[in-house]
């Protein structure tokens, strides 16, 4: 099964840094997903990490170490426009399973000027 | 990236009756999935769409319940059964697995349902 957990919601002002944290316990690990949702719209894929370390694209970069089943998404150079729900996904599965993704409640970031 | 559009954007319906969402995406992909989206909660997974076979679904979905086609590499059907006002979510196609850019997986603009 998985148990994928996030904080519920997080604030921070422009300009700022915020680091958004996702533990999660999972079989059969196959990839960790970023996803960016404003309200009423689909997610938009952020970024995607299998191997342990930092990726970075951009004002977002996001870090995987999966010994510690541990991932955080750090923001930089807020914009008001960052405010949105930030989840976290697991994907499971190999060869006709793969791509199966499980997903966190979400974290809703309020940016304030 | 993958562009993927779905019919309808947003339905109302009443209770008993079936709707069908239809996913079409702008080229062959591997893998096809939908998602579900209760209000105010996250995304959660009812099925795997497989191509010349029938869906693998998660606990707690059933096939009676979310009958699912998908009779290309291109294209997914999801049917929500006997709609309940428990059925009002956003139902979202996905996809992935596809070339260069397997690693990656998009999500479809979604099904807006109210169930009545």
């Known amino acids: 099964g998985q148990n994928i957990d996030q904080p519920t919601e997080m604030t921070a002002t422009e300009g700022a840094i915020v680091q958004i944290n996702c533990t999660y316990q999972t079989s059969g690990f196959n990839g960790l997903f970023w996803y960016q949702q404003h309200a009423g719209e689909a997610p938009t894929f952020l970024s995607y990490n299998v191997l342990d370390g930092l990726e970075e694209k951009g004002r977002f970069s996001s870090f995987l170490s999966r010994s510690k089943g541990y991932s955080y998404l750090l923001l930089k150079e807020l914009q008001m426009k960052d405010s949105a729900s930030y989840l976290c996904?697991?994907?499971?599965?190999?060869?006709?399973?793969?791509?199966?993704?499980?997903f966190g409640r979400g974290t809703q970031l309020t940016v304030w000027p | 990236s993958a562009v993927i559009s779905q019919k309808p954007s947003r339905d109302i319906c009443q209770r008993g009756t079936s709707l069908t969402i239809q996913c079409q995406v702008d080229s062959q992909v591997t893998m096809m999935f939908w998602y579900r989206q209760q209000p105010g909660q996250s995304l959660t997974l009812i099925a795997t769409?497989?191509?010349?076979?029938?869906?693998?679904?998660e606990s707690g979905f059933v096939i009676d319940k979310f009958p699912i086609s998908r009779p290309n590499l291109t294209f997914s059907t999801l049917t929500v059964s006997n709609m309940s006002p428990e059925d009002s979510s956003i139902y979202l196609c996905s996809v992935g697995g596809s070339g260069t850019l397997s690693y990656e997986q998009y999500f479809g603009p979604g099904t807006r349902l109210t169930v009545t």
């Open positions: 996904a697991v994907r499971e599965g190999r060869g006709s399973t793969l791509g199966r993704l499980y």
């Open positions: 769409a497989n191509q010349g076979s029938e869906a693998t679904y």
